[in-house]
T-cell receptor, first 118, second 114 residues
Framework: DVKVTQSSRYLVKRTGEKVFLECVQD?????MFWYRQDPGLGLRLIYF???????EKGDIPEGYSVSREKKERFSLILESASTNQTSMYLC?????????????????FGNGTRLTVT | GQNIDQPTEMTATEGAIVQINCTYQ??????LFWYQQHAGEAPTFLSY????GLEEKGRFSSFLSRSKGYSYLLLKELQMKDSASYLC???????????????FGKGTKLSVKP
């Protein structure tokens, strides 16, 4: 079974703090993703990475950055946390779309980090 | 642009059948996924369609019509544990989908009552 592990389940931080959310996957997936999930807005993509040291902006990258130094680890960084970044953050991983025998390439999600910024 | 629509909430009775619809608009469609998400938990993969037709997996089936930009998830013999949110997601080649990114609908919250 694919395992995607997020370092914290619940996190409370203060406005202006630098926040690191860590995600590790054990299936040798090339792709990794960070989404946030908010009531009424659904899942929105922040950043994704399709290879080590590669990153691409998603739909809402403002206020965030990412780091992918190793294939199994993808970190989300809030440079200066703000109250509007209070949310559920979900990490996911997958094989690349179209890879032989992996054409459906579903995303596998971690359990999420509920971040509260006060 | 991309747009995915699904009903916000549905209610059904234990033992019944329920159909959750999803309509989408994308420029480079390359597959549609359904996920189940219980409250407070991660979404889990249910099904995948890329060609027209019905895919059956036990009590769950998913249908796709690419010409209509339409899919549905059919749940049979509903059980209380099926109470969850169901997320429709589309892979769009023009939205990072060539690398595997998915665009999600806002989800349908299904409540199963005794």
């Amino acid at each position: 079974d694919v395992k995607v592990t997020q370092s914290s389940r619940y996190l409370v931080k203060r406005t202006g703090e630098k926040v690191f959310l860590e995600c590790v996957q054990d299936m040798d997936h090339e792709n990794m993703f960070w989404y946030r999930q908010d009531p009424g807005l659904g899942l929105r993509l922040i950043y994704f990475s399709y290879d080590v040291k590669m990153k691409e902006k998603g739909d809402i990258p403002e206020g965030y950055s990412v780091s992918r130094e190793k294939k199994e680890r993808f970190s989300l960084i809030l440079e200066s946390a703000s109250t509007n970044q209070t949310s559920m953050y979900l990490c996911a991983s997958s094989f690349p779309a179209g890879q032989r025998n992996r054409y459906n390439s579903p995303l596998h999600f971690g359990n999420g980090t509920r971040l509260t910024v006060t | 642009g991309q747009n995915i629509d699904q009903p916000t909430e549905m209610t059904a009775t234990e033992g019944a059948i329920v159909q959750i619809n999803c309509t989408y608009q994308t420029s480079g469609f390359n597959g549609l996924f359904w996920y189940q998400q219980h409250a407070g938990e991660a979404p889990t993969f249910l099904s995948y369609n890329v060609l027209d037709g019905l895919e059956e997996k036990g009590r769950f089936s998913s249908f796709l019509s690419r010409s209509k930009g339409y899919s549905y998830l059919l749940l049979k013999e509903l059980q209380m544990k099926d109470s969850a949110s169901y997320l429709c997601a589309v892979r769009d080649e023009n939205g990072g989908g060539s690398q595997g990114n998915l665009i999600f609908g806002k989800g349908t919250k299904l409540s199963v009552k005794p």
